[in-house]
T-cell receptor, first 115, second 111 residues
Framework: GAGVSQTPSNKVTEKGKYVELRCDPI?????LYWYRQSLGQGPEFLIY????????DSGLPNDRFFAVRPEGSVSTLKIQRTERGDSAVYLC?????????????FGPGTRLLVL | DAKTTQPNSMESNEEEPVHLPCNHS???????IHWYRQLPSQGPEYVIH???SNVNNRMASLAIAEDRKSSTLILHRATLRDAAVYYC????????????FGPGTRLSVLP
């Protein structure tokens, strides 16, 4: 079946611009996670949704970052006033539920480059 | 968050078994041990997970120490496609807790 998809696959923007990154989770998965991965490091948690609500946003680095999931499926990560340090791969994952045995299925990521 | 320690890198020859170690001395009694791997230019993918008993699936085996302070991921016959970064992650009891990834072990497979 279809896995997690993310668009765009690559995004180049200029410092100070606004970007939106989209995640389409696996159908029926209630839990959705956003991670950020810098070169040579493991993914770093940003935010987790259970249904439509953000259950844990403790990983968002500052108030320039915001994410929504208005209908409990597709999610959008929004970054305002981008900075060069925001350049990274942004990964989305989904799972059937947030239980500790549940497998998280990751998308291929969006590579963001801020010039 | 409970912490895991893995070697930075390992090498294996093709078609030989690989044992990838992970130390998690601060693990709590209800933490699940998950292993994921990340192939170049892809998102992480699930490999295996367990709690106390050893686990086997079509991809790998997971051997968990009796005191649960360490575990070993076993690839029975490495292929070139197994070259990836392997992450050992503890999933605590908190419902919905995200994964905390370390730097992982970069596995190289030599033909």
């Amino acid at each position: 079946g279809a896995g997690v998809s993310q668009t765009p696959s690559n995004k180049v923007t200029e410092k100070g611009k606004y970007v939106e990154l989209r995640c389409d989770p696996i159908s029926g998965h209630t839990a959705l996670y956003w991670y950020r991965q810098s070169l040579g490091q493991g993914p770093e948690f940003l935010i987790y949704f259970q249904g439509t609500g953000a259950a844990d946003d403790s990983g968002l680095p500052n108030d320039r970052f915001f994410a929504v999931r208005p209908e409990g499926s597709v999610s959008t990560l929004k970054i305002q006033r981008t900075e060069r340090g925001d350049s990274a791969v942004y990964l989305c994952a989904s799972s059937r539920s947030p239980g500790r045995q549940e497998t998280q299925y990751f998308g291929p990521g969006t590579r963001l480059l801020v010039l | 968050d409970a912490k895991t320690t893995q070697p930075n890198s390992m090498e294996s020859n093709e078609e030989e078994p690989v044992h990838l170690p992970c130390n998690h001395s601060t693990i709590s009694g209800t933490d699940y041990i998950h292993w994921y791997r990340q192939l170049p230019s892809q998102g992480p993918e699930y490999v295996i997970h367990g709690l106390t008993s050893n686990v086997n699936n079509r991809m790998a085996s997971l051997a968990i120490a009796e005191d649960r302070k360490s575990s070993t991921l076993i690839l029975h016959r490495a292929t070139l496609r197994d070259a990836a970064v392997y992450y050992c992650i503890l999933r605590p009891d908190n419902y919905g807790q995200n994964f905390v990834f370390g730097p992982g072990t970069r596995l190289s497979v030599l033909p």
